[in-house]
């Protein structure tokens, strides 16, 4: 679901991660069986989860591809990466293998995987045509690609009221949300479409696909919102005691609308692109 830079601040989002994997895993759990699905794999097949974030996505396809099959779970920060392999042990799966790499350039040969996916990571990547050419690349004929990106902003009011809290207490941090690397960068289907058509793939396909995201309290949704957020939760991690206060107090009443009871369930809407070699 991510690539971040290595490093300390690599790391400590991989430990963010690591501690809301649960959560993390259960709100998206849509958008990771419907890659699975998409992609389809057989028992004994070879696969590769690019920007893996936790692991747990592929870990689906690894029970699905057998003792007989693999699992190649990678991710840019060696954080995720050891996060991914402490997952795998958790839930006993033998058939994982774990590596550090830019999906940008993939350490494998020509034609050597049946199939490649990525969830919420192709987005963050800075040259996604970079992406979709090494997966294209690596994907024995017939191999398959699925991957998923978030949508457009407004369907994706987890994030978006999140981050228009904390803007309203405190400037932006650098970047553009909707560009290259950025969280929305992908929402538009015929920037995917051209993307997948571009790299070679045939039979593309775009997709919505739609979810919710559950938090028991608004804690529990600010708790996970301030630690997994990127840079923005970094930024809000380095902002004095009386600003996070006050960004708290504006987002409650941002999400108010979203409440059930004591729940949050807010939206989210992605973008799933399956294609073939």
């Known amino acids: 679901m991510s690539s971040f830079d290595s490093g300390e601040t690599g790391d400590r989002v991989a430990q963010a991660w690591e501690r809301h994997r649960r959560s993390i895993f259960e709100n998206t ?4 069986y419907w890659l699975v699905d998409a992609l389809a794999p057989r028992p004994g097949q070879t696969v590769l989860e690019l920007t893996a974030g936790p692991g747990e996505t592929g870990f689906v396809v690894a029970e699905r591809v057998g003792p007989d099959g693999r699992l190649l779970s990678s991710d840019v920060s060696p954080g995720m990466v050891d996060a991914a392999r402490r997952g795998a042990e958790a839930q006993g799966l033998a ?9 940008q350039q993939l350490d494998l040969p020509d034609a050597s995987v049946d199939g490649v996916l990525s969830r919420f990571g192709v987005m963050l990547v800075p040259e996604p045509e970079l992406v979709l050419t090494e997966a294209k690349r690596v994907l024995r004929p017939g191999g398959r690609l699925a991957y998923a990106v978030w949508g457009p902003p407004e369907g994706n009011p ?7 809290a904390v803007l309203q207490r405190v400037p932006p941090p650098p970047g553009d949300p909707f560009g290259p690397g950025g969280p929305f960068s992908l929402g538009d289907p ?18 919505d696909v739609h979810g919710a995201m559950a938090f028991a309290s ?8 301030s630690s997994v957020s990127g840079p923005i939760a970094l930024l809000v991690s380095s902002l004095p005691a009386e600003d ?10 941002m999400v108010a609308s979203f409440r059930d009871g004591d729940r949050l369930v ?11 070699v």
Do not use: C, K
């Open 95 to 103: 058939n994982v293998e774990f590596r550090v790499m830019d999906a």
């Open 29 to 32: 759990r849509a958008a990771s």
């Open 218 to 225: 608004f804690d529990d949704y600010w708790d996970l919102q």
């Open 158 to 164: 987890w994030l978006t009221l999140f981050v228009g």
């Open 266 to 276: 807010v939206p989210w809407h992605a973008v799933g692109v399956p294609a073939g």
């Open 244 to 253: 996070v206060v006050a960004i708290r107090s504006i987002l409650e009443g």
């Open 190 to 207: 015929d920037r995917n479409r051209d993307l997948a058509t571009g790299a070679g793939f045939t039979d593309v396909r775009v997709e």
